[in-house]
C-alpha cells in the first residue's frame, strides 16, 4: 500500500532520534532542515553527530533505550542496527500514541522519509514507497537541475502579492497566470545560479 502523501508542522513537535551512527546522522541532517526540537538517544555518538549536536544545541542522552524513554515525544526515528529492539520500539511506539519510523524496517514505519528538494518555501517530496530508493534519488537531481534558483525570489514576490493584491478573480487569474508564465521559463539546460528577472 502506498504512503499517503503529507507536509508535517514540526511547531510544538518533539522528535527523539534513537541511534547515533552513520544512518542516524543522514536522518539528522534531513531532520535539522525543518526543526531543531530534536533529542538523541544512544550508548555512543559517532564525531559527525556529536559536531551537529554541538553547532545546533541539540539535546541528547547517552544511555542505552529503555521502553519508556519514548512517553515524552510526538517522533521517533530508530536508527540502529538492532532489528528486535527495533520491532519493539515500533510496539512502544503504538502505546504512547506517537508516529514512528524505524530505519530499514518497512512494516515497522509510520511514515517514511521521502526523498527531497527544498529551495526555501518550495518543498517538493518524491517517494516510490519504498519500492526503489535509487529511483526517488534520481528524479531528485533531475528536477533539481530543472528547477532554477530563482524560484526563492519569484515565491517571495508571490507571497508579497498576495497580501498587497485585493482579493478576488483578477488576482487569482493574475497570479495563476504569473505563475504559469514563470514555470514556462524554465529550460532543461538553465544554470541554476540564474537570477530572477520580473
Given amino acids: 500500500m502506498s504512503y499517503f502523501p503529507l507536509f508535517l508542522n514540526f511547531n510544538h513537535k518533539k522528535v527523539l532520534l534513537i541511534g547515533a551512527g ?16 530534536i533529542t538523541i538517544i544512544a550508548k555512543t555518538f559517532n564525531k559527525d553527530i556529536e559536531k551537529l549536536i554541538k553547532i545546533n544545541h541539540l539535546e541528547y542522552i547517552q544511555k542505552e533505550y529503555s521502553n519508556n524513554d519514548i512517553e515524552p515525544y510526538d517522533i521517533i526515528i530508530v536508527a540502529i542496527d538492532d ?42 517530496a518524491i517517494s516510490t514507497s519504498g519500492t ?8 531528485k537531481q533531475y528536477l533539481n537541475n530543472i528547477i532554477p534558483n530563482s524560484v526563492v525570489a519569484f515565491l517571495k514576490e508571490m507571497k508579497n502579492l498576495r497580501k498587497t ?18 514555470i514556462k521559463k524554465w529550460d532543461n539546460k538553465s544554470n541554476n545560479n540564474d537570477k530572477y528577472i520580473k
Fill in 165 to 182: 493584491l485585493p482579493k478576488g478573480k483578477e488576482r487569482m487569474y493574475f497570479l495563476n497566470k504569473k505563475a504559469q508564465n514563470y
Fill in 22 to 37: 552513520k544512518i542516524a546522522y543522514e536522518k539528522l541532517v534531513h531532520l535539522l532542515d525543518f526543526t531543531k526540537d
Fill in 132 to 139: 526503489s530508493p535509487a529511483f526517488a534519488k534520481h528524479l
Fill in 83 to 124: 532489528i528486535i529492539l527495533q520491532k519493539s520500539i515500533y510496539i512502544d511506539s503504538m502505546k504512547y500514541k506517537c508516529l514512528c519510523n524505524c530505519v530499514d524496517l518497512l512494516e515497522c514505519c509510520d511514515f517514511i522519509f521521502p526523498s527531497y528538494i527544498k529551495k526555501d518555501n518550495l518543498i517538493i
